[in-house]
Each structure stands twice: as C-alpha cells, then as structure tokens.
C-alpha cells in the first residue's frame, strides 16, 4: 500500500532522456544538520539539486518531482556504463545529517516508511534488484551517503535490492592501496562486472579504494577501510554468483 503523501514541488527537474527507461532505484542520505532546512535545499531553484521523494526520521514521505520527470540527485556518476544516472533513476533522499554532520542510526518509523515507499515504486517501474544502489555505488570518489548505518540487508528481507549475507571476516591475504599485479586486476574486474566505474589499470589505486570502500558501505558494513580484505572478495564472489 503507498504511505500517505506530503507535497512540496521542487521546481529541480527536467526531461529524462529520450530512449533511456527508468531502472535504477538511487537511495540517499541528505547529509544536513536538519531535516527541514535539507526540503527547503531541494525545493530552492538556487540549489539546483531535488529528489522525487524526501523521507524524514518520523517516517514523513514529501513528494517533490514527478516520477517523469529527471530530478537532479545524483551528480557525475557511473554505473554499469551509464552516465547519465538523473535520467534513468527515481532518487530518494533520506533525512540523516550524515558523516559531516553527526551520523547516525535511521530511526525504525524512517526505515519502515522508506520500505514502502520503495516497494510502491518497484511495483511500478522495471527496476531490476541490483540496480537499487547507494548514492555513494555511483560515485565512490564524492560520496558515501546513505552510507553503512543504513539497513540495507532490512530492506532486503522486505524484497528491496539485491543482498547476500556478507562473508564472514577472517584473516588472509588483502590487496591494498599501492599494490598491483593479478590479484588487483581480478577483483577490479569484478567490481566493473557488478556495475562499478574503474579505470583498467593494473594498480590498486585511490579510485580502487574508493570503490572498495563503496562496496564495503553497501555490503559488507561491519569494517569501511576500502581494503580488499578475504571477507570483502568473497562477498562479491556471491553477489556475483546471485545476479
Ligand atoms: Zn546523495
């Protein structure tokens, strides 16, 4: 059933690209000392930036822009060759102030109302489960947001995304900022082949760790150090294995 609804126009929008369907679900964190001054961000014409939906700690959902229309959420970005990310993605933005701000736990009435607020919308539009991301899957480099406190193996349990229970951490061998060799170019192939932007160098390199980092937010949240440790290799092999 769809939660009730505010509005709040943003006037943030413009045509979705010709020829390009709508199959990415994009989840964010406004990353905002309020929630309330974060609607007020999305609705300024200034600010050039908007999301269709806005989800408050209480669980509040405010409609912005209309599901056809290509809200401005999520910047220069990459996922699985596509650039143009606004244009084939409904964005939610979720209020939590954020890693700058005081990051912390999305209150149960948020996650709930997120929930069905995001199964009303893949009821809606062929949006396949690994192609419900973080903001920060898109562009690791600029982001981290909705970032590793959010429940993503809930949503998950609730049919939202596409999730493996993560591989155990364990000791063994990592690849790490500064090495290189097959190791490094195997797992950045794997990263590429779930969706990840990275360049094909053979050197574990600063974009490498964001990349790492990015996944470990979404999928292996117990340790972000963008180091490509057992646990981490393993989790993807799965994720992988599931698609
Ligand atoms: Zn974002």
Same mark, same amino acid.
């Given at each position: 059933m769809m939660p009730r609804l505010d509005h709040r126009p943003s006037p943030n929008h413009d045509e979705r690209a010709v020829g390009k369907p709508v199959d990415i679900l994009l989840l964010h964190y406004? *990353?905002?000392?309020?929630? $309330?001054?974060?609607?007020?961000?999305?609705?300024?014409? /200034?600010?050039?930036?908007?999301?269709?939906?806005?989800?408050? $700690?209480?669980?509040? @959902?405010v409609a912005m822009v209309d599901e056809d229309r290509r809200a401005w959420h999520a910047g220069k970005?990459?996922?699985? *060759?596509?650039?143009? @990310?606004?244009?084939?993605?409904? *964005?939610?933005? @979720?209020?939590?102030?954020?890693?700058?701000? !005081?990051?912390?736990?999305?209150?149960?009435?948020? @996650?709930?109302?997120?929930?069905?607020?995001?199964?009303?919308?893949?009821?809606?539009h062929a949006i396949p489960p690994e192609r419900v991301l973080a903001h920060s899957d898109?562009?690791?480099?600029?982001?981290?947001?909705? !970032?590793?406190?959010?429940?993503? /193996?809930?949503?998950?349990?609730? *049919?939202? !995304?596409?999730?493996? $229970?993560? /591989?155990?951490?364990a000791e063994g061998p990592v690849v790490r900022r500064g090495d290189s060799g097959a190791a490094v170019t195997d797992l950045k192939q794997r990263l590429r082949t779930y969706g990840y932007g990275l360049g094909r160098e053979s050197e574990f390199d600063t974009e490498t760790e964001a990349v790492v980092a990015a996944f470990q937010r979404h999928f292996r949240p117990e340790r972000v150090d963008g180091i490509a440790d057992p646990s981490t290799v393993a989790t993807l092999e799965r994720l992988l294995a599931t698609v």
């Amino acid at each position: 059933m769809m939660p009730r609804l505010d509005h709040r126009p943003s006037p943030n929008h413009d045509e979705r690209a010709v020829g390009k369907p709508v199959d990415i679900l994009l989840l964010h964190y406004t *990353g905002m000392r309020s929630a $309330e001054a974060a609607v007020k961000w999305l609705a300024d014409p /200034a600010s050039k930036v908007s999301s269709h939906y806005f989800v408050d $700690e209480d669980g509040r @959902i405010v409609a912005m822009v209309d599901e056809d229309r290509r809200a401005w959420h999520a910047g220069k970005a990459f996922w699985a *060759g596509e650039t143009d @990310i606004n244009s084939r993605s409904i *964005g939610i933005e @979720i209020a939590n102030p954020g890693h700058e701000f !005081g990051y912390r736990p999305f209150p149960d009435a948020q @996650i709930d109302a997120a929930i069905a607020l995001c199964r009303d919308i893949l009821a809606r539009h062929a949006i396949p489960p690994e192609r419900v991301l973080a903001h920060s899957d898109v562009a690791p480099l600029r982001k981290q947001d909705p !970032g590793e406190l959010f429940p993503w /193996a809930k949503l998950a349990a609730a *049919g939202i !995304g596409h999730w493996v $229970e993560p /591989a155990p951490i364990a000791e063994g061998p990592v690849v790490r900022r500064g090495d290189s060799g097959a190791a490094v170019t195997d797992l950045k192939q794997r990263l590429r082949t779930y969706g990840y932007g990275l360049g094909r160098e053979s050197e574990f390199d600063t974009e490498t760790e964001a990349v790492v980092a990015a996944f470990q937010r979404h999928f292996r949240p117990e340790r972000v150090d963008g180091i490509a440790d057992p646990s981490t290799v393993a989790t993807l092999e799965r994720l992988l294995a599931t698609v």
